[in-house]
C-alpha cells in the first residue's frame, strides 16, 4: 500500500501539474462566460509555483512540502483560487504539524483540515457554483474511504471520480460569487471553472499517486 509519503506527494503534484497544464485552456474557455477568461493563465502560475518548490531542495517532511505548496499559490494572482487552493495545503500542513499521521485516521483528519481551512476563508456554500461544489465531496469521499481503510490508491479514484461529478454538476448552477454572479441565470450551461480546477488537481494527484506505486 503506497502511503502518503514526501515522495508520493511530489508525484501526486506532478500529477496534478500535468492536467492543469493539459486543460488550462478549457479552463480560460469556462473562465470567458462569466469572467474576464483568464482561469487557465492563473492555474498555469500556480501550477508553476507548484513547480518551483518541487525543483528545489526536496523538503525533509510533508509538512514542509504542504506549506512550501501552499505559500507558493497564495501568491498568486488572479482572483480568489490561488488563495483558497493555498490555503487548503497550508492547513494540512499545520494539521500535520500537531500530529504526525500514522494510519488512514489521521490522513483523513489532515485533508478535512485543510478542506476546513478553505471554508474559513469563503462564505461559498455547495450550490453555488464554487470550487466548494467539487472540493467538499472530493474532501468527503476521500475521508469516506480511508476510514472505510481503503489505499489511498483507492481513496484518491473514488475521491477524482466525486470532484468531477460535483464539477459536472455546477453547470446546472446559478453563480452566486465572483464575476459570473453579475450575468446571473446566463451562468446556468457551462462548468464553474474554479471546481473544474479543482476536479482536475484530484485526477492529478490520483494519477501521479498510481504511477508512483
Same mark, same amino acid.
Given at each position: 500500500?503506497?502511503?502518503f509519503?514526501?515522495?508520493?506527494?511530489?508525484?501526486?503534484?506532478?500529477?496534478?501539474?500535468?492536467?492543469?497544464?493539459?486543460?488550462?485552456?478549457?479552463?480560460?474557455?469556462?473562465?470567458?462566460?462569466?469572467?474576464?477568461?483568464?482561469?487557465?493563465?492563473?492555474?498555469?502560475?500556480?501550477?508553476?509555483?507548484?513547480?518551483?518548490v518541487?525543483?528545489?531542495?526536496?523538503?525533509?517532511?510533508v509538512?514542509?512540502l504542504?506549506?512550501?505548496?501552499?505559500?507558493?499559490?497564495l501568491?498568486?494572482?488572479?482572483?480568489?483560487? +490561488?488563495?483558497?487552493?493555498?490555503?487548503?495545503?497550508? #492547513?494540512?500542513?499545520?494539521?500535520?504539524?500537531?500530529? !504526525?499521521? %500514522?494510519?488512514? =485516521?489521521?490522513?483523513a483528519?489532515?485533508?478535512?483540515?485543510?478542506?476546513?481551512?478553505?471554508?474559513?476563508?469563503?462564505?461559498?456554500?455547495?450550490?453555488?457554483?464554487?470550487?466548494?461544489d467539487?472540493?467538499?465531496?472530493?474532501?468527503?469521499t476521500?475521508?469516506?474511504?480511508?476510514?472505510?481503510s481503503?489505499?489511498?490508491e483507492?481513496?484518491?479514484?473514488?475521491s477524482?471520480?466525486?470532484?468531477?461529478?460535483?464539477a459536472e454538476?455546477?453547470?446546472?448552477?446559478?453563480?452566486?460569487? +465572483?464575476?459570473?454572479?453579475?450575468?446571473?441565470?446566463? #451562468?446556468?450551461?457551462s462548468?464553474d471553472?474554479?471546481? !473544474?480546477s %479543482?476536479?482536475? =488537481?484530484?485526477?492529478?494527484?490520483?494519477?501521479?499517486?498510481?504511477?508512483?506505486?
Open positions: 500500500m503506497v502511503s509519503t514526501t515522495s508520493s506527494w511530489i508525484a501526486m503534484f506532478r500529477g496534478a501539474i500535468d492536467e492543469i497544464r493539459g486543460h488550462h485552456s478549457l479552463l480560460s474557455e469556462l473562465d470567458s462566460v462569466g469572467g474576464d477568461g483568464d482561469h487557465g493563465t492563473t492555474m498555469n502560475r500556480a501550477m508553476a509555483s507548484i513547480e518551483k518541487l525543483d528545489a531542495a526536496a523538503p525533509q517532511t509538512e514542509k504542504l506549506n512550501d505548496v501552499g505559500w507558493a499559490i501568491g498568486v494572482d488572479g482572483g480568489a483560487i +490561488g488563495p483558497l487552493l493555498g490555503m487548503f495545503f497550508v #492547513s494540512m500542513a499545520a494539521k500535520l504539524q500537531e500530529k !504526525t499521521p %500514522v494510519d488512514n =485516521l489521521d490522513w483528519a489532515v485533508f478535512k483540515a485543510g478542506l476546513a481551512g478553505v471554508r474559513e476563508q469563503t462564505q461559498a456554500q455547495p450550490g453555488d457554483k464554487t470550487l466548494i467539487a472540493l467538499l465531496p472530493a474532501v468527503d476521500l475521508a469516506e474511504k480511508l476510514m472505510d481503503l489505499s489511498p483507492e481513496a484518491l479514484h473514488s477524482a471520480v466525486a470532484a468531477a461529478e460535483g454538476q455546477t453547470a446546472t448552477m446559478q453563480a452566486r460569487f +465572483g464575476r459570473a454572479k453579475h450575468i446571473k441565470e446566463k #451562468s446556468i450551461g462548468r471553472p474554479g471546481a !473544474t %479543482v476536479a482536475l =488537481l484530484f485526477r492529478g494527484f490520483e494519477k501521479g499517486l498510481k504511477d508512483h506505486a
